[in-house]
């Protein structure tokens, strides 16, 4: 009698964290009405109601590393802050970084990718949306650079050292 009711309740354990698990899923697959789900090292760019944002509106990543962006509605693009960039009046990139400019994409599912190989806090923005405060914030390795410990011009970033203990700060959490 004893092992029946050892295999009883081990059955019993089992199932419970079979459905347990079962909750465990994605914003897509838990009929949340969000469809930001992204993989690592994506950033999403998102025109959901009469909101325009950058999903995570902070990322980490290492030297060497590439960042995709990927559209999930709108029209967007993902260009550094560098004097050289339309409608840039001010560079917020590491010195001697590559700048990046996708463009303005506006098919959904359009990528733009790009390889961040110097360390430092690099800010960026869409240039559709910059008046209305569509800005992000990479950074790469550790925090430094003219974006270091400043806002961008044209909207509010997580601080750089949140971004590097975190990984990512998604846009929600920072607006919250």
């Not at 359009?110 to 559709?128: L, R, S, V």
């Amino acid at each position: 009698m004893e092992r029946r009711q050892l295999l009883k309740t081990t059955g019993l354990l089992t199932t419970g964290g079979v459905i347990g698990l079962a909750g465990c899923s994605s914003a897509e697959d838990n009929g949340s009405n969000r469809t930001n789900t992204r993989e690592p090292n994506t950033v999403l760019m998102i025109t959901e109601g009469g909101e325009y944002y950058f999903d995570p509106i902070g990322l980490f990543v290492e030297p060497g590393e590439t960042v995709t962006f990927e559209i999930r509605g709108g029209r967007h693009s993902a260009t550094a802050y560098t004097e050289e960039a339309t409608s840039a009046s001010v560079t917020r990139i590491p010195v001697g970084a590559d700048s990046f400019n996708s463009g303005t994409l506006n098919a959904q599912g359009a990528t733009f990718e790009h390889t961040f190989e110097t360390a430092g806090t690099y800010d960026y923005f869409c240039i559709p949306h910059k008046t209305i405060g569509m800005v992000g914030r990479i950074v790469v390795g550790e925090p430094g650079g003219p974006a270091q410990g400043s806002m961008p011009p044209d909207g509010s970033v997580p601080e750089s050292q949140t971004i590097v203990n975190q990984g990512s700060v998604s846009y929600e959490d920072f607006t919250g």
